[in-house]
Structures are given as structure tokens and as C-alpha cells.
């Protein structure tokens, strides 16, 4: 919450050293209750502020108007578009940090593969710096078979822009028509995956990648409406999880469930039931 609130919005949340700070505590109130909490920007109407110098919000107007009449954005519409940001980066990249620390501890080959490519890292680099982080091949491969097989959304919505035939089908699908697109189904699928249920970051080498069908991975979408927080996302959960790992070693909790059951009450994101619990050590 602290790294999307001060990189997206410029505010400094401090929700580690104050746990009750209220973006933590409606955070977590949209995804218990999602249906009732989209009003959480609602303060957005009590304030007046200028935009990169340019924008300027009229209370009474209720628009972020551009100062020289080119573009209007409602209130309602900027609001809209900070949710997306707060929810996008807050829940999805800690769900995928949890998951992440999960599959290191119940391999351990994998997390000590993963330390020594950090360990590496560090040495050349004198720190976990931006530079590391990119240089983390192995490790980009432990994340992305974690997005496989947990993707933070199971499915996907998308609008048809023009009416089309499906090649080789015989679908027709209407403009305007609705798509729903199973992310979790395609990043289970056994003919594109094989043994779905093994987490093999080997999957994601180039040379492996290559081989399916581009749009088979689709954690963060594909195309024009594809996540923009996708590089950001990666960075953060790197950072984060490389820190962790150069201190501690993870190891299943007797709680810990293996393999992991997903909570089917849970519609959009993909949740673990019952939590990850995991015993952490000193290394």
C-alpha cells in the first residue's frame, strides 16, 4: 500500500508504522465487500488542486477540466481511474508476493537457486538496487510460473469492437458483445501446460516461451488494455521478496496447506482458503 500510494498518487501512507491508516483499512474492505466500496475516493469532491500545472478540478462543475478546453475528465471518471490504481497496485502484487513465498518454501531447490542469484547480485552490485532487480533472470521465472499458476484475476472482461468469425471455429461473436476470458482456465490447461499443477519456472525460458501461443499468459491482459503496472509490478515484488530472502528462509508451517486449495467463494480474485501459513527462519 505504501509503494503503489506514494508512486502513483505522491502521498506517503505510513500504513507499515500505523497499522489502522484508513487506505490499509479500505483496502481490505473492497475485497471483503466489494460490491458496497467503490465510494472509497469519494473525498476527491471536497478538494480543489492543480494537475501537472495544467488541470485544474471546479467543484462546481464537477469536472477536471485541461485549461485550455482540449480535454474534460468528470470527477466521477478520474475517480474511477485512482480506484483501478490503488486496488491494481495494492492487492494483486502482495497476492502474488504470498503466493511467490509459498511455492519457494514447499521447493526448496527453487528458493535456494532463487538466494543465489541474489546472493550474486548483491556482491556485484553492492546493493538490491533497480539494475539487480533486472539482472534477476531465474528469478523472473519463479514470478511469472507464479502469476501462471495463481494469476491475482481468474478471469478477464473485454468488449468486441467489430463483429467477427472465429478462425478455425464456427463462432461469431457481435460487436459489443461481452467477452469473458478464463485466465485461471488457460493458465491451467494441461495442453498449453503441462502437469499444470507442478511449479516449474523452467517454463518461462526464452527458448520454452516460444514454443505457445503469446496470448496464452495473460496475468496482466495482452493488448491495447493490457496492465500498464505490469513492469512496476515486477519491480516491487522483487525488491521486496530479494530483501526477504537475503534475511530468512521459509519453510510449510504445520498449517501450511499442500497443495494449496483456492477459495471457490471467491469469483474475480484468486484467494487461498484459510491464508498461507509458512515458518520463517533466521538463514
Not at 523452467?202 to 496475468?219: G, Q, V
Request: proline share 5%; hydrophobic share 35%; glycine share 4%.
Amino acid at each position: 500500500m505504501d509503494f503503489i500510494m506514494a508512486t502513483a498518487f505522491g502521498i506517503q501512507s505510513n500504513c507499515i508504522k500505523q497499522p489502522n491508516q484508513e487506505f490499509k483499512y479500505w483496502g481490505k474492505q473492497v475485497f471483503g465487500e466489494i460490491t458496497d466500496k467503490i465510494i472509497i475516493l469519494s473525498r476527491f469532491y471536497e478538494c480543489s488542486y492543480t494537475i501537472d500545472g495544467e488541470r485544474k478540478y471546479d467543484n462546481k462543475k464537477d469536472v477536471i477540466c485541461d485549461l485550455s478546453d482540449v480535454n474534460k475528465l468528470t470527477i466521477a471518471e478520474a475517480a474511477a481511474q485512482a480506484f483501478g490504481f490503488f486496488l491494481a497496485g495494492y492487492e494483486t502484487s502482495a497476492t502474488t508476493a504470498s503466493y511467490c513465498l509459498y511455492e519457494l518454501a514447499c521447493n526448496p531447490d527453487i528458493q535456494d537457486k532463487v538466494r543465489t542469484e541474489i546472493d550474486e547480485l548483491l556482491e556485484k552490485h553492492g546493493e538490491i538496487s533497480y539494475e539487480a532487480a533486472n539482472e534477476m533472470k531465474y528469478f523472473q521465472n519463479v514470478i511469472n510460473e507464479t502469476l501462471r499458476k495463481y494469476p491475482p484475476l481468474s478471469i478477464l472482461f473485454r468488449k468486441c469492437t467489430r463483429d467477427i468469425d472465429l478462425s478455425d471455429t464456427d463462432i461469431h461473436i457481435s460487436k459489443e458483445t461481452i467477452v469473458v476470458i478464463p485466465v485461471l482456465g488457460l493458465h491451467r490447461d494441461p495442453t498449453i501446460y503441462p502437469d499444470p499443477d507442478k511449479f516449474d519456472p523452467e517454463r518461462f525460458t526464452e527458448a520454452n516461451k516460444a514454443t505457445r501461443h503469446s496470448f496464452a499468459y495473460l496475468p496482466f491482459g495482452q493488448g491495447p488494455r493490457m496492465c500498464m503496472g505490469m513492469k512496476l509490478a515486477f519491480l516491487q515484488i522483487k525488491m521486496g521478496l530479494a530483501k526477504l530472502l537475503l534475511k530468512y528462509k521459509f519453510k510449510p508451517h504445520p498449517k501450511t496447506s499442500i497443495p494449496l486449495t483456492l477459495d471457490k467463494t471467491s469469483v474475480l480474485i484468486v484467494a487461498p482458503k484459510g491464508g498461507i501459513h509458512l515458518t520463517i527462519e533466521q538463514r
